[in-house]
């Protein structure tokens, strides 16, 4: 085990996904993206197994971070409003659009990136519904909701990607959950 | 191109299902599938590609069931309303509760084939979006209402196959739906 090398691994992720854009997924190599970070490929096996692992640097700590929000989240919240509550961390995390917006475009285009995120989407799901479990919500409640919750971020995330002008992802987490609410419920929101 | 042999594809589907339940997925063999189902590796793969699409065979047509069922929708029902009227058409098709368990269990066993289902659910999402733009919702709208509703297709399906009795499977798409507004819009159903 060689020295830590502070700030290597998001050197990496994000050398890789300039390379990933620049010149193909398929023709960047492990080697090419250890070389653009200025790093061994050795370096680069110690915080990925694969080039597919660079796409999804930073997922385990997002996703904690999602999971203590929503166990911060005062008690008396209704199940949905505790899982909106706790994604709204996210946007303490997701801070770069641009960032953002080209990881969407590596994704998007290979189908085994696209599903490895629906898979780490999943993931994150079974993670907040164990936390809604812990709030003493029933299990088929909690899933569902969990679920509910990741869609409307899925949903929100992709909207706020597209949009032209930047807006708070906060802000179009919570539009997303009143036109959830809408469909779902038939309610109308206030106007104005 | 050989004879057309009636029945084969789903013999074929039938026969790996049971090979990868009694000798696991990584040991069967496209030769041991075809031997099953009493046919040839060649007629095999007149059906499918490799040995993981075996579980999938139906996908397509299901999918085309419930976009026909989507565009046979009165054209009046609320976006939600309609898709939930064309996933209760998938019960015309998945009578056999069964086979949709042994099915199951063989996905859930392997990331790789939960990847791909992830990701057959999501293409069902998308033509459900466009039978949606068809009936004149808006993009954004119809991209969440075809997310949810196969969201909550998901849901009951799960819990369909999970129940100990077997009852029908648009009875618990009906209570995962009420579920949904439950705890979307705080609406309560009424009591009884």
Redesign the interface.
């Known amino acids: 085990m060689g020295r830590w090398q502070p700030g290597a691994e998001m050197r990496l992720a994000q050398a890789g996904l300039e390379l990933f854009l620049e010149q193909g997924y398929e023709c960047t190599t492990v080697a090419d993206i250890a070389q653009r970070a200025g790093v061994t490929p050795r370096t680069f096996f110690r915080y990925f197994g694969d080039k597919r692992e660079v796409v999804f640097a930073g997922g385990p700590a997002l996703q904690a971070h999602v999971v203590a929000a929503l166990d911060a989240a005062p008690q008396d919240l209704?199940?949905?409003q505790a899982v909106h509550r706790a994604l709204d961390a996210v946007g303490d995390l997701l801070t770069d659009r641009d960032w953002s917006c080209r990881r969407h475009a590596v994704i998007i285009s290979h189908?085994e990136l696209?599903?490895?995120e629906?898979?780490k989407l999943?993931a994150l799901s079974t993670a907040l519904a164990e936390a809604l479990r812990r709030r003493d919500v029933d299990a088929?409640?909690a899933?569902?909701?969990a679920?509910?919750g990741v869609?409307?971020f899925?949903?929100a995330f992709?909207?706020w990607i597209a949009e032209p002008a930047e807006r708070p992802l906060a802000d179009v987490l919570a539009e997303?959950f009143v036109?959830?609410?809408v469909?779902?419920?038939?309610?109308t929101p206030p106007p104005g």
Do not use: D, F, H
């Open positions: 209704p199940p949905l189908a696209q599903e490895r629906l898979s999943s088929a409640e899933a569902l909701t679920e509910t869609l409307v899925r949903t992709e909207r997303c036109q959830l609410r469909l779902a419920g038939g309610w």
